[in-house]
């Protein structure tokens, strides 16, 4: 259902949060290396067939001259949700976030913040999730167990018990 992709195997430690992601909601995914500059070729065959393979968005992290999101937008009919990553070509990640933020009008990329693939992964499932209803109500567990964390720290903080959810 949904495709992740990235620039280099150097951006597998932060693309993994993605799929970690994805795990967690039950969605499944393939993940792959494609490059916009050393692969085009490879780019343009992807982009222009994941929809027919029942791929439904496309997660794609990219850092530096991070052209690989914007490209993909531009060849797929898919939702492209972009992950800029600060890498070793990176000057200090505003190279990445402003090359897949500012797109042209008409050709969208969803950026997230900079190496923030988690939040691609569960965005991506929140895409499908307008359209399945098991995968909403997890979505929705998934929100639930969040605000049951931050309110068990806020507890702690405060030396009490957890307070309840009732306001
Ligand atoms: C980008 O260049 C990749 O997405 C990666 O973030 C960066 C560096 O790639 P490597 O030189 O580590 O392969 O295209």
């Known amino acids: 259902m949904v495709a992740i992709i990235m620039g280099s195997e150097s951006d597998l430690p932060i693309m993994q949060k993605a ?37 439904r968005v496309i997660v794609a992290g990219a850092g530096g001259a991070a052209h690989l999101p914007g490209m993909v937008a531009a060849l797929s009919p898919l939702p492209v949700v972009g992950v800029p990553i600060k890498s070793s070509n990176s000057i200090d990640g505003w190279d990445s976030i402003l090359s897949i933020l500012q797109m042209p009008e008409g050709v969208p990329v969803a950026t997230v913040a900079l190496n923030a693939a988690r939040n691609a992964g569960i965005l991506a499932a929140q895409m499908l999730a307008t359209s399945d209803a098991a995968l ?28 309840n959810n009732n306001g």
């Open 136 to 163: 909403l109500e997890r979505i929705q567990a998934y929100k639930k167990r969040l605000e049951a964390h931050v309110l068990e720290k806020a507890a702690r903080l405060e030396g009490g018990s957890p307070p």
């Open 19 to 55: 799929a970690d992601a994805l795990s967690e909601l039950d969605v499944s995914f393939e993940m792959t290396i494609v490059s916009a500059h050393r692969t085009p070729e490879r780019m343009f065959q992807f982009a222009r067939t994941a929809h027919e393979r029942g791929v």
